[in-house]
């Protein structure tokens, strides 16, 4: 072994905790977005906070669970501390400030006003802490005439031009069934936080914090394509082809001979060519309009006729294994037991096993990326209402037992 490679191997072992070591997230939001930022924090090694009304977060009861624990809350709330406080009391709303006073980050989606009200505003609270960085999640930002509005992920999925987009060409605009703006925003909420530390931290930030304004509606529309350019320079709106793409062909769901689902994409020419000679249509490549993705798409009833013809003559394993043989794109569309049951899934452990106090081994989504010398970790699923109440009232604001046993008598904790 050289030197280097038993320093790197150092190296990981010693930086396993993650690269946002010693940031500490005070995260008092609730469903969904600004709690997935939170989550990603944790997973790279901040120690996160979960602020929850004594009441607990809506997020514990929604969707499926087991012997009355919820299991999206088990995956979301992984990695923080759970701690229990009335913010709209004057008590619960100086020991948010105590807690603050020492933290990096605060993560809030409160609608526009309501921290101000409590006296907890990012203005007051950067009074105290000069370097706090605070996420402001919103369904459509702190400013202009829709802020004030309440808002759901579903909403910015319909403004956003995505539902208007998805869908059958002749059937109505589609949502989809998961909180696909919510997760959107929260990868780009963490994304925004280290940023901001990354600048607080720089000579040229000077040791201070800032505020970010997130809403829902502005990610989804940052991923949705070229779509306000093209308006603006053609005049043109696109609208709903099922699972064609106006930008290359084929591009589809097909159906196997077995009755199993495959998708195709053939972005590039040349992986194109190499399906429909495949798919014993070499004459179709010599077209003249062929070698052109947008020319390609026209034509996407004759390539998929041709395309799917194939495909529903042959099993699974037979397609498969002929797109894999000539260097062409397909995948199998899986359900969620045939995606945990992947070779390729289980060697990269895109699905793991966390052990759980409530419900022993549990398997949830694993790390969305993969860092070799500080890769982060889930070091525990979310945990009970008020669970470290006690922990963290001593150990960050020194509150005895007594203290703390008043504050929850009195509904504070």
Not at 86 to 91: A, C, I, R, V
Not at 217 to 238: C, H, Y
Not at 306 to 332: D, M, N, S, Y
Request: with cysteine.
């Amino acid at each position: 072994m050289t030197q280097n490679s038993h320093d790197d191997r150092v190296d990981v072992v010693r930086e396993a905790h993650g690269p946002l070591h010693g940031i500490r997230v005070i995260d008092i939001s609730t469903v969904y977005a600004a709690p997935i930022t939170a989550m990603l924090l944790g997973d790279f090694g901040a120690e996160v906070i979960k602020v929850e009304h004594p009441t607990g977060d809506p997020a514990r009861t929604h969707g499926v669970n087991k012997d009355g624990h919820g299991l999206w809350w088990k995956v979301i709330a992984r990695n923080k501390k759970c701690i229990t406080l009335d913010l709209s009391t004057p008590e619960g709303q100086q020991i948010l400030r105590d807690l603050v006073a020492d933290a990096d980050v605060l993560v809030e989606n409160f609608r526009p006003g309501v921290l101000e009200k409590w006296g907890l505003g990012p203005d007051r609270l950067q009074c105290l802490n000069p370097g706090l960085i605070t996420l402001r999640v919103t369904g459509f930002g702190q400013t202009g005439p829709y802020a004030e509005r309440r808002a759901f992920g579903t909403l910015a999925e319909a403004m956003s031009g995505f539902a208007h987009q998805t869908g059958e060409e002749d059937g109505p605009p589609t949502l989809p069934p998961f909180g696909l703006a919510d997760g959107v925003a929260g990868i780009t909420g963490a994304f925004g936080v280290t940023a901001a530390l990354y600048h607080r931290d720089s000579p040229e930030g000077h040791g201070r914090g800032q505020v970010i304004d997130l809403s829902l509606l502005e990610p989804l529309v940052g991923i949705l394509g070229p779509g306000p350019s093209a308006f603006d320079q053609l005049g043109t709106v696109a609208g709903r082809q099922g699972n064609r793409s106006p930008n290359n062909a084929p591009r589809n769901t097909y159906r196997t001979g077995d009755g199993r689902w495959v998708a195709v994409s053939a972005s590039a020419t040349s992986v194109a060519e190499r399906v429909m000679r495949l798919v014993g249509r070499s004459d179709i490549v010599d077209e003249p309009w062929f070698g052109s993705a947008g020319d390609r798409s026209r034509n996407g009833d004759l390539l998929d006729d041709a395309v799917a013809k194939w495909i529903a003559a042959r099993p699974l394993h037979e397609v498969t294994a002929e797109f894999e043989r000539v260097g062409a794109a397909l995948a199998p569309v899986y359900d969620v037991e045939q995606l945990m049951n992947d070779p390729h899934v289980l060697a990269r452990e895109s699905i793991t096993t966390v052990d759980d106090e409530d419900l022993g081994p549990l398997k949830m989504q694993n790390l969305m990326l993969r860092m070799l010398r500080t890769p982060g970790a889930i070091r525990f699923p979310g945990r009970r209402l008020g669970q470290d109440n006690d922990r963290v009232y001593r150990e960050s604001l020194g509150l005895d037992p007594d203290r703390i046993a008043e504050l929850r008598h009195k509904g504070v904790l």
